[in-house]
Each structure stands twice: as C-alpha cells, then as structure tokens.
C-alpha cells in the first residue's frame, strides 16, 4: 500500500509545481497610464514599459516607429521612441508578443501635466461656480483626462488604479474632471492650439507628506525623521529587524510569566505590542503613502510639467513647509529625470480656522511665497481674491486654472503674458513715511475697489501694529500714520481673514508680506551687549498667540535660512501695564543640530524633551533670577502634566512648584 501512495503523492506535488511555474508566466500588460484616449507628452521622447513572460519579445510600433525589446528575468520590459511631433488626429499605438496583442486607439500627441495636490485641486468643475455655462461649453475633445483612484500603501507600487481610465473632454464626461487643473488645461489649448492631457492624482485631506517620497526626503537633511520613519518601517531594514526580534523576546518572556500567573492564581499583564515605529505606513498622515500608491506608478510615464494646489492640511507649519515642498519637488524631479520639471502651485486662500490666531496663517503664506524664491522653475498664484472666508473650498476655480496656465505660458512656454501679481522689492524711511517699492506691477498699481489700499499696519518702537494711511504712488505705495513718528517695521494682508484690495492692472493680486527690522531686535541689543553676535531666527508675542495653540505664529521666522551653529540663545521679554520692563537672556551650547527644532515646543509633537546643557550663560533683571556664566544648565519639555519629583538632580529645581 505504502507504494502506490508515494506514487500518488510526486504526482499531486508535481501537478502543483507545474501550475505555479505557469502562474509565474504573466501576459502582456502596460500600466494603467497607458489606454485609450491618452495624450503622450510631444518633443520628449516616449518612455514605455511593461511586463511579458521572462525573455519574450516585446514589439512596439507607432507612428512609423517601430521597436523591439525583451522582457528580462523578472518580466519586465523597457522601451523608448524617439521624439514625437504634435498631433491633434488620434493615431494607434500597438505593443504585441507572439501570443497577445494590445492596441491603444485614439492616441493624441501634446502637453500632458500632472495635477496632485488636495481638496481643492480635487474639487469637480461640477461643484464651482458657473458649472452648467462651462459644462455646456466643454465640447474639446482635444483636452483629456485621467484620475487615479485613492489609495495608500507602505512601499512603492508599480502601477496605479484609475476605474474610468483616459476620458475625452465633453459635457458628459467634464462634471467629475478637477476644476483648477481642467481650467488650467482650457487656458493652455486656448493659447497653444495643443492637444491637452491632464493626469489628476489627489486626494482632499492630504498633506504634502503624503505624496513626497522617500527618495524626496533624503535630500533635505532638516527632514530626516520622516527617512528614518520610512525606512525602520520596512522589513529589510536593521532597525526593523532589531526591534521585531526584541519584541519577539518580550513576547516568548511574557508567554512564560503568564503562564506561572495562571498556574498561581496572579493577574496576567498585556502582552507586549509591536512598537508603531515598525508597522505599516498606512495611517492618514503618514508619509510617502500617497506617492508610493498614487504617484509612483506613474513614473517615467512622460509629463511636460506639474501644478499643485495644497496646504491646509499643513498650514500650521510655518517655514517647515518649504523644507518639505523642496523634498516633494527634488522627489519629484528625481523620479522623472527632469531636474528642471516644472512646478506650479496656489497659495491658498484666506480662510477663519476656527478660534485660530490670525497670524499662523500669514506665517504660511510667507513660507509659500518664499517657495517660489528659493526652489528653481516654480511659480505662485495669489487667489486672496476668489476666496469665501467661511468656506475652505473656494467655489471661483476658473481664475485658480487660468493663472496656473499663466505661469505655465509664461516660464514654460516663454510667452510674453504677466503672470503674477506685484512683489516687494524693498522698504525705505523717508521722513515719518515707509516707501513700499514692488517688481511686476505691469501696468501700474491699482485697488480692486478705487479706494486706498488696505490691510497695510506699520510699527514703531513699541512694536505694535497698527493699521496705516496708504496711498499709491507709481511703483510704491506710501505708508504712514499719525502717531507713529519713526515707523520701522510694516506688513501687509497679515491675517488669516485678509482679502486686500492692491493689485496690477492686469488683476494679479499682491501676496501677504513683512518688511522691516523688528523693534525688539534693537530692544534685545540694547539690553545685552552680546546679543549682537547672534542672528535672530524667531521671534514670537506670546501674549498674542497665547498658550493653547497647537503651533506658535512666529513674526520672524528664518529657521530655513540658518546653516550650522555653535551657540544658542533664548530672550525673554515681559511688560505689565506702568511696570518697568523685565528679561532674561539665556545663551548655552547648541543641544539640536538644526534650526528649525530651536522654536516654541508643542503638545502636538506628544513628546517628552529632556536635555542637559553646558557653558550657559544667564542675563536678567528679574529679581530672584541670578545672572552668570560658565552653568551648567537643563532645558525640559513635557506634552503632559509632568512628574513633580527632581528625577535628574537638578541643582535648585523644585519638586514643590510644578
């Protein structure tokens, strides 16, 4: 009996291993960028891809090219066509084995252009103002469109999801395309007379984390959390591997202990859990989920450039959000091998955060603006003016599209059009008046309203704001005030309920900004002859920003312009009503290597800081607080209420007042 079984077994396992060799042996197949009624990016050349059994030819013709190439040992197969001329007459693209052909039909040739960002890049033409008028005008077929789905995963993926795939522009299919980007596609066909194709991969709610890839994260050392982050999360990382086998260890330690707790009668305590540093990247605000789902798969599928309409989700974050849109853009660029990929993106609108501090969102919008000025080939949109402050989403997309267009017309096309609205260029004193100089006023300053321009503050000594007398004068606009004899410092729109009226000519609205030397620069100096070696990085109203924000809105913010250090300094200044002022300055050796970690703590960050310092040095005129050099000093932080007892041994700390 025991024969005929072993026979009957080899057959069944046999069987088995034959079925798997032939599941191994996957068909023909591209990524669903490619499909029907695609447009391919035109003078670049043509990037195709796919997979086919390992070692069978793969055979690629279009447009009386013709390629052939191999799949290798893992099926996957690479080819590229040269160059190809626009085309407005859909053509066919063939890619063939010896066993399967696919044919891709009404091919278009033209300008293809990625649109990511979040609610708002994601928000339909269906859902903003005007939509039956644009919908009933939307016969273009020229102009297409492809969404892809929603979808998150821990490690890069070779492809993504669309349900509806490549779409031709009608009355029927443009009610679900994006609003900004199908605006911003209508503007480029109108001036380019171009076949318009338009990949849209957003998602509403997202932070700009969310689709920026490790790859991205690598190049800005400020964000080197979020590397670490990705990398100990993945299953081939040492750091992985060593806090999985330890909590194995833990786990089997544990198994024991609760066993003698059954078999005595003791209470079991819970097992240990996997540390959330080594699972899956799938929660929301994650980073690189996004890119590796929804933007990877993409990826070297031919793109002229990239428009971005993202922010709320990080409009808290102040200058870090230009850290992390360099990561985004290099990511990007790297991906695609187009170290000068163009990138477009909208400042976004004012909006009243609830109970929020005014000025956290003006901190934002600085760090927006200074996007534009410090990371090669990008352009802002100012949209102060198409906004609904009590809606998030503002319904008026059409001029959001068409400014994207202009920026792209203008930098990328190098057409002759005004692109924007007017910059600053510089302040001076003249007398008791501010001259406010701006650059790119195009054909003069003017307001939306005929009136004077608004939101303008100017501050004295006292370094309180105050609204000014503004009144254009050519290329400037003169500031003043009555009660300010020696303004020094001025901004403009610095509110998160800002919608100004100063503008060009050509109705390009003029982006939030400050200028000027804060007064309590030239207080701190004063007080503290070494304060002057020191360059100012933050400075924060405490009594403005209160205490239960979850992020400080900073007046200055720098951080991003500051390289390495050796010193550290933290100035506090407090004045009561008809009480003299009081100070403490406090300087000690660097405990963070980077800037941007030297601002107000949070609860958000739902850490405990504990650090010793050295070579501190103490100034003040409080009494009771002494002054001194050369103490060893300790900085702690905790996200709680804390522990009263004096853990550390901290020399004169109290475990009584906490």
């Given amino acids: ?58 055979q690629i013709s279009m447009a009386s090219q013709n390629k052939s190439v191999k799949a290798d040992a893992q099926g996957q197969w690479r080819a590229q066509l040269a160059p190809l001329q626009t ?57 297409r469109h492809i969404e ?11 492809d993504v999801a669309s349900k509806k795939g490549w779409e031709v522009c009608s009355p029927k299919t443009v009610p679900s395309f994006t609003a900004a980007g199908y605006f911003f596609g209508r503007e480029l066909f109108d001036q380019l007379d171009v076949p318009i194709g338009l990949v849209n991969s957003c998602w509403g ?44 260890v833990a786990a089997q330690q544990w198994l024991i202990q609760t066993e003698q707790a059954l078999e005595t009668g003791q209470r079991v305590t819970l097992p240990p859990a996997l540390p959330k540093g080594v699972l899956p990247l799938m929660d929301w605000a994650d980073p690189a989920n996004k890119h590796n789902a929804m933007i990877n798969g993409l990826v070297p599928y031919r793109i002229r ?15 870090l959000y230009v850290d992390k849109t360099r990561a985004l853009v290099r990511g990007w660029r790297q991906a695609w091998a187009q170290p000068e990929l163009p990138y477009y993106y909208v400042q ?60 792209a017309l203008n930098k990328t096309y190098g057409k002759d059009v005004v692109c924007g609205g007017p910059q600053f260029a510089r302040l001076r004193l003249e007398g008791e008046t501010l001259r406010v100089r701006f650059t790119r006023t195009g054909r003069g300053l003017v307001t939306s309203d005929g009136k004077a321009p608004d939101w303008f503050e100017i501050a004295g000594e006292n370094g309180v704001f105050v609204p000014a007398q503004a009144r254009i004068e050519g290329t400037s606009v003169m500031l003043s005030h009555g009660g300010i004899k020696k303004p020094s410092a001025m901004r403009y729109a610095w509110s998160k309920m800002a919608e100004p009226n100063l503008r060009n000519k050509e109705g390009f609205p003029v982006s939030p900004f400050r200028a000027g030397e804060i007064p309590e620069r030239a207080l701190v100096d004063g007080l503290v002859k070494q304060a002057k070696a020191y360059s100012l990085v933050y400075s924060t109203d405490i009594g403005a920003a209160g205490t239960t924000q979850k992020t400080a809105a900073y007046r200055v913010d720098r951080a991003h312009e500051i390289g390495s250090f ?64 050369g103490i060893k000093g300790y900085i702690e932080f905790w996200p709680n209420n804390y522990n009263a007892i004096n853990s550390d041994s901290v020399e004169n700390a109290s475990d009584e007042a906490f």
């Fill in 1 to 58: 009996m025991r024969a005929p079984f072993n026979r009957l077994f080899h057959v069944v396992v046999c069987g088995v291993l034959i079925l798997s060799t032939a599941a191994l042996a996957e068909p023909l197949r591209l990524p669903t960028i490619f499909g029907d009624h695609m447009v391919l990016q035109r003078d670049l050349p043509v990037v195709l891809w796919g997979w086919a059994q390992p070692g069978q030819s793969v």
């Fill in 87 to 143: 085309s407005p007459v859909g053509t066919m693209l063939t890619v063939k084995t010896n066993d399967r052909t696919i044919e891709f039909s009404d091919v278009l040739v033209g300008e293809v252009w990625l649109c990511s960002g979040q609610s708002n890049m994601e928000w339909r033409v269906s859902q903003s103002d005007g939509a039956e008028q644009e919908i009933a005008n939307a016969d273009c077929p020229l102009i």
């Fill in 148 to 158: 892809i789905d929603h979808v998150m995963r821990p490690e890069p993926q070779d």
């Fill in 205 to 248: 709610g997202s932070n700009i984390e969310a689709f920026t890839s490790l790859e991205g994260f690598k190049q800005v050392p400020s964000l080197s959390e979020y590397v670490s982050r990705i990398e100990g999360s993945q299953p081939d990382n040492p750091t992985y591997k060593k806090v999985v086998t330890e909590t194995m």
């Fill in 305 to 319: 450039g990239s428009i971005w309409y993202q922010g709320e989700s990080n409009h808290a974050e102040g200058m």
């Fill in 348 to 407: 976004i609108a004012p909006y009243v955060y609830g109970e929020e501090d005014p000025e956290i969102l003006a901190t934002f919008w600085e760090a927006q603006e200074a996007i534009e000025k410090e990371i090669p080939h990008t352009g802002m949109v100012v949209i102060h003016d198409v906004g609904n402050l009590r809606d998030i989403h503002p319904r008026n997309k059409k001029p959001v599209g068409r400014r994207l267009a202009l920026q």
């Fill in 566 to 629: 050796d010193r550290v300094a933290y100035f506090l200044v407090l004045k009561k009503s008809d009480e003299p002022l009081q100070y403490v300055w406090v300087s000690m050796d660097p405990f963070v290597a980077q800037a941007a970690k030297l601002g107000i703590p949070t609860t958000d960050t739902d850490v405990t800081f504990r650090q010793w310092v050295g070579q501190m040095t103490v100034q003040s005129n409080v009494p009771g607080v002494v002054s001194g050099e």
